[in-house]
């Protein structure tokens, strides 16, 4: 197919259209950018099912997202600190509750949403970027119709999450701590088996910790994370860290037996903390996981994908010669990092003295 016959030009150009891509989108339209906002892989995949923090309520409300999509869970049913459980209810809590959420179609009304507001969103694949000057001249093929759209933008937005792949091209490095991994594991109970509501189930076993989601469409996400060199040291493979963890954790045995669970899908994912070694430079922001990833205990990683976005809006608004802006902005993430280090060591030490020195180290 031929190229459009004029290129696009835009002040921003955002890479990724999960969460921080389309939430930079929106906050930048509304502070009067033209934004062109590029997914590369859709929404038609399956996507881990999560749970998402109270906070993000009002963001996503604000950010155009339908209620229905915040699917409502009594609390948290944990077992980290042993086999006895505990329960925590979001009635009558400080904040707004948590909510289960289907983050392939989170994410898919997040890009529309950004579409409706003034951006102009593009489903392709970057075949070229280089910088030309004080602009970046991209090339992306519509997956629709294989068409080649050329880009001009004053602003590169890296939302590509961990693999960060815009800053990878610039030769940015990054700073990778352990190598924990997550594997997803799809699950269907049985039909009429499945309360609607479920609480996110947590729980930690010698070997690796858990989580049992509400995934939408009447299926539940089991992941579980662990060390890779810890399962090597066990003699044991990825694959095979579900049905150890099964045999250290009876409560979530019995509870998949119950439902009458068929697994439907599996993906290992890798779910270490990392950062940036840099975070902006001239002409580009790096936002969401592209920026600081957080080990998913903190169960933050949503809410700080939105944050960051916002921050680098109110940045990319305030024109290409905010250096002292974009260094704070680096220098917040950074904090943010670090704080979440210790954090992560203390709530693995909390679970198991194992977790602490294979997982947290």
């Known amino acids: 197919m031929p190229p459009e016959s004029e290129p696009i030009v835009c002040d921003a150009l955002v890479l990724g259209g999960g969460p921080a891509g389309a939430g930079f989108a929106l906050r930048a339209t509304e502070l009067g950018l033209r934004v062109v906002l590029v997914e590369r892989h859709g929404y038609d995949t399956a996507r881990p099912g999560e749970h998402i923090a109270g906070s993000a309520r009002a963001r996503l409300a604000a950010l155009g997202v339908p209620a229905g999509l915040c699917r409502f869970s009594p609390g948290v049913l944990s077992f980290w600190h ?28 997040l890009f529309a949403a950004a579409g409706l507001r003034g ?112 399962l090597r040291a066990a003699g044991a493979t990825i694959a095979e860290a579900l049905p150890l963890t099964l045999r250290q954790a009876p409560y979530l045995r019995e509870r998949l037996r119950r439902l009458g669970a068929q697994i439907v899908g599996q993906a290992a994912y890798a779910v270490f903390p990392s950062r940036a070694e840099a975070m902006a430079g001239e002409g580009w922001l790096a936002v969401g996981d592209a920026a600081i990833a957080f080990d998913p205990i903190s169960g933050l990683g949503f809410t700080k994908a939105l944050e960051t976005a916002e921050r ?42 194992a977790l602490a020195r294979t997982i947290a180290a």
């Not at 086999?83 to 009558?92: D, E, K, L, Q």
């Not at 289907?102 to 009304?109: E, G, I, S, W, Y």
């Not at 990778?176 to 991994?181: A, E, L, S, T, V």
């Not at 905010?322 to 280090?341: I, N, P």
């Open 119 to 230: 951006a102009r969103t593009i489903l392709g694949a970057m075949e070229h970027i280089a910088q030309q000057g004080t602009q970046w001249h991209a090339v992306v093929r519509r997956t629709a119709d294989a068409r080649v759209c050329r880009i001009r933008a004053m602003l590169v937005i890296d939302a590509t999450g961990r693999r960060a792949a815009f800053l990878h091209s610039i030769g940015v490095a990054r700073c990778r701590i352990g190598d924990q991994f997550a594997l997803v594991t799809w699950i269907a109970p049985s039909p009429g088996l499945m309360e609607a509501g479920s609480p996110l189930m947590i729980g930690a076993t010698r070997d690796s910790w858990w989580s049992l989601t509400d995934a939408g469409d009447g299926m539940l996400s089991l992941t579980v994370h662990a060390s890779r060199g810890a």
């Open 312 to 353: 680098a809006a109110e940045l990319a608004a305030a024109g290409p010669g905010a250096s002292a802006l974009r260094a704070l902005y680096a220098d917040a993430l950074a904090d943010q990092f670090e704080t979440h280090l210790r954090r992560r060591a203390d709530a693995y030490a909390e679970a198991n003295d």
């Open 82 to 109: 042993g086999a006895v459980p505990s329960f925590r209810s979001y009635a009558g809590g400080p904040g707004p509750p948590g909510f289960n959420a289907d983050r392939a179609r989170l994410d898919a009304a």
